[in-house]
């Protein structure tokens, strides 16, 4: 029996598989949906596999599929950054045990904390980089 996926922070999305991953990015494209029919002229593999592949990324929570006619319009219900983000902090956490930007900083440093005036110097960095959004 498989184990379940990890939950991806903070959104509670499962990881995708890398052919998962192809068709999202088909997806994301599309930001306004695309046809199953459209998504398919993209891809080589047989019909079958192809439906499976979106279903999956559809029990994901990925998109959301409207019934038109025969086929389905898939939308995302996440940007690709949303999930890059929780892909990857999932990912730092699992491998190297890092949950803060503290720690990431600290990790590219060698280090496994920042002194006070470090952690203050790059809480201001990070404010800046939010105001100048």
């Not at 470090?118 to 960095?125: A, C, G």
Request: net charge neutral.
């Amino acid at each position: 029996m498989k184990t379940p996926q990890k939950p991806l922070e903070p959104l509670g999305i499962r990881k995708l598989s890398n052919t998962e991953m192809q068709f999202m990015e088909v997806i994301w494209e599309h930001p306004d949906g695309i046809k199953s029919e459209d998504i398919y002229a993209r891809f080589s593999q047989a019909l079958g596999t192809k439906s499976t592949i979106l279903h999956r990324i559809s029990k994901k929570g990925m998109v959301t599929a409207v019934r038109n006619g025969r086929h389905h319009i898939y939308t995302s219900n996440i940007t690709r950054e949303e999930y890059m983000r929780a892909f990857f902090k999932e990912q730092l956490e699992r491998e190297f045990g890092i949950t803060t930007f503290e720690g990431l900083a600290a990790a590219f440093c060698g280090r496994t904390k920042l002194s006070p005036e470090e952690k203050e110097r790059i809480e201001q960095l990070l404010e800046e980089l939010k105001d100048g959004e």
